[in-house]
C-alpha cells in the first residue's frame, strides 16, 4: 500500500471515529438535512409572514349565520336523501356531522337563552314571537274562522362545542328543544339560571353532554333528546363564551339559521 493511500484511510478513519459517519455519510446527512430544513422552518415563517391575511376584510354581524345543531329524525331532508342517518346531530348550514344520540359524547357550553313561539297560518311558518309572562299559555292550535293557527313554543339555546374550543376555533350553534323534546330544555334552563347561580356560577358556567333516546309511536321512530351535566367550564372556555354573550345578546344584525324550521318528528 502507498503512503498516500495510507494517509488517505488515515484521515478518512479519523473522520469516521470523530463525527461517526464516513465523509460519503455526511454528505448525504448533510444534503438530507438542507432539504428538510425548510419544511421545518414553515409553520414559524409562514404564520410571521400571513400574520395579516384577512385584516383588510371587514367582517361585521351582518355576514355571519349562526348555524343550528339539527337531531336528524326520520323525516328529516337529510335523511330521506341519505345524506344522514337517523339520531344524528348535523350543522345546519355545512351538513358536517357533529355526533349521534347513542354516543351522548357532543359536549358543549351554553351560554345564552331565548324562549320563542314559532307560528305557523295554514302551515305555513308566519312569523317568531319572544315568549313573556303575557303570552306563554297561549293555546297551541286555535281556529278563528280564516286561518288554522298553530304554535310550537322553542327552547333556544346559543352554545360552543367543546371540541372546537380545545382547538381554538369555536362558532357559536343554536340548540333547538321543542316538542317532546321540551323538557331537555327546561333542564337545561333550571341548570343555567338557577342552579349556576346557587353554585356561584355564571349562566355559562358548566359544560353538558347531549344524547337522546330513540322512541316509537304509530307515525314511526324519532328521536326525543335529552341533556346530561358533564363538568365545570374553565376559565378560557368562559371567556369565549361571554365573548359570545355579549355578540349574541346586543347586536341584532346577529341571524340563525332556519328560523321558523322544526326538525320533523314523527309524533
Known amino acids: 500500500m502507498t503512503k498516500s493511500l495510507k494517509n488517505r484511510k488515515k484521515k478518512q478513519a479519523e473522520q469516521t471515529e470523530q463525527h461517526g459517519k464516513t465523509p460519503k455519510e455526511t454528505q448525504i446527512s448533510e444534503s438530507k438535512q438542507m432539504q428538510e430544513a425548510p419544511k421545518a422552518k414553515m409553520p414559524a415563517r409562514t404564520t ?22 339539527w337531531t336528524m329524525q326520520g323525516l328529516s331532508d337529510l335523511v330521506t336523501e341519505g345524506k344522514a342517518k337517523l339520531g344524528e346531530y ?15 359524547e357532543l359536549e358543549f357550553i351554553p351560554f345564552h337563552m331565548k ?41 333556544q339555546f346559543y352554545v360552543l362545542l367543546t371540541k372546537e374550543l380545545e382547538a381554538g376555533a369555536a362558532i357559536p350553534y343554536v340548540l333547538q328543544f321543542t316538542r317532546t323534546s321540551l323538557q331537555a330544555g327546561k333542564v337545561l334552563a333550571t341548570q343555567m339560571y338557577m342552579q349556576n347561580k346557587m353554585a356561584g356560577l355564571p349562566p355559562g358556567g358548566m359544560a353538558f353532554k347531549l344524547s337522546g333516546t330513540l322512541e316509537k309511536n304509530d307515525k314511526g321512530s324519532f328521536i326525543v333528546n335529552k341533556v346530561q351535566k358533564s363538568r365545570q367550564a ?12 355579549q355578540t349574541v345578546r346586543t347586536d341584532k344584525n346577529v341571524k340563525v339559521d332556519g328560523e321558523g324550521i322544526l326538525e320533523e318528528e314523527a309524533e
Open 48 to 69: 410571521e409572514a400571513m400574520a395579516e391575511w384577512g385584516s383588510s376584510a371587514e367582517v361585521t354581524a351582518k355576514d355571519i349565520v349562526i348555524p343550528k345543531i
Open 90 to 104: 348535523v350543522n345546519s348550514v355545512t351538513g358536517e356531522v357533529l355526533g349521534d344520540y347513542k354516543t351522548g
Open 115 to 155: 324562549k320563542v313561539w314559532y307560528v305557523f297560518e295554514d302551515g305555513e311558518f308566519k312569523e317568531s314571537v319572544p315568549i313573556t309572562s303575557q303570552n306563554e299559555d297561549l293555546p297551541f292550535e286555535e281556529d278563528n274562522g280564516i286561518v288554522k293557527i298553530t304554535r310550537s313554543k322553542v327552547f
Open 234 to 245: 374553565n376559565y378560557n372556555e368562559l371567556e369565549i363564551a361571554y365573548s359570545w354573550f
